[in-house]
């Protein structure tokens, strides 16, 4: 199985702060990475597909890039509504796998 | 509009099975490719296994190979996670979730199912 390492495992930045949470996969993966936001006690919402694409009706403050191993997601100026955990998932072959999660705080 | 809207909570026995269901509105179960993920408590998210439209099967996480059965009653647009052997760490909550070809996320999701395993 394809193996996501995302860090770091939490953070806490200030309001308007940017934050970048990164994604590495064990073994090329194209640009076959997704990003989603989970809230306590919420399902997950897809954010980011295709390593850079916004999903619609997403803020422009979330972005994603990179390809092959490495992976980036940035929220350009962080606000409150935005704390959440964030994973990555790859879809690159028959069995997907989600990072381990990185829990965004105020500070 | 597509929702889904899953089966209320369980409380199973190990090696018991549990059976989730997932309710589709506003499409029909056949245009939708459906996975399922689950979250312990206080983990991260888990994908168990999916219907892959390019080759119309349902895949399975090695993981959950054997034990974990995904299908769909197409006359009332229902999904359908069975899981089988039952063990206190299959403690969690379990996702259906609508997998979407134009972006390949998973860009609509169930409200989740909360399965506890005790004895």
């Known amino acids: 199985d394809i193996q996501m390492t995302q860090s770091p495992s939490s953070l806490s930045a200030s309001v308007g702060d940017r934050v970048t949470i990164t994604c590495q996969a064990s073994?090329?993966?194209?640009?076959?990475l997704n990003w989603y936001q989970q809230k306590p006690g919420k399902a997950p919402k897809l954010l980011i597909y295709?390593?850079?694409n916004l999903e619609t009706g997403v803020p422009s403050r979330f972005s994603g890039s990179g390809s092959g191993t490495d992976f980036t997601f940035t929220i350009s100026s962080l606000q409150p509504e935005d704390i959440a955990t964030y994973y990555c998932?790859?879809?690159?072959?028959?069995?997907?796998?989600f990072g381990q999660g990185t829990k965004v705080e105020i500070k | 509009q597509v929702q889904l809207v899953q089966s209320g909570a369980e409380v199973k026995k190990p090696g018991a099975s549990v059976k989730v269901s997932c309710k589709v509105s506003?499409?029909?179960?056949?245009?939708?490719?459906m996975h399922w993920v689950r979250q312990a408590p206080g983990k991260g998210l888990e994908w168990m296994g999916g219907f892959d439209p390019e080759d119309g099967e349902t895949i399975y996480a090695q993981k959950f190979q054997g034990r974990v059965t995904m299908t769909e009653d197409t006359s009332t647009d229902t999904a359908y996670m069975e899981l089988s052997s039952l063990r206190s760490e299959d403690t969690a909550v379990y996702y259906c979730?609508?997998?979407?070809?134009?972006?390949?996320?998973?860009?609509?999701w169930g409200q989740g199912t909360t399965v506890t395993v005790s004895s």
């Open positions: 506003g499409y029909t179960l056949t245009e939708l490719s």
């Open positions: 998932q790859q879809y690159d072959n028959l069995s997907w796998t």
């Open positions: 979730a609508k997998y979407s070809s134009s972006s390949s996320g998973l860009d609509v």
């Open positions: 295709d390593a850079s």
């Open positions: 073994q090329d993966i194209s640009n076959y």
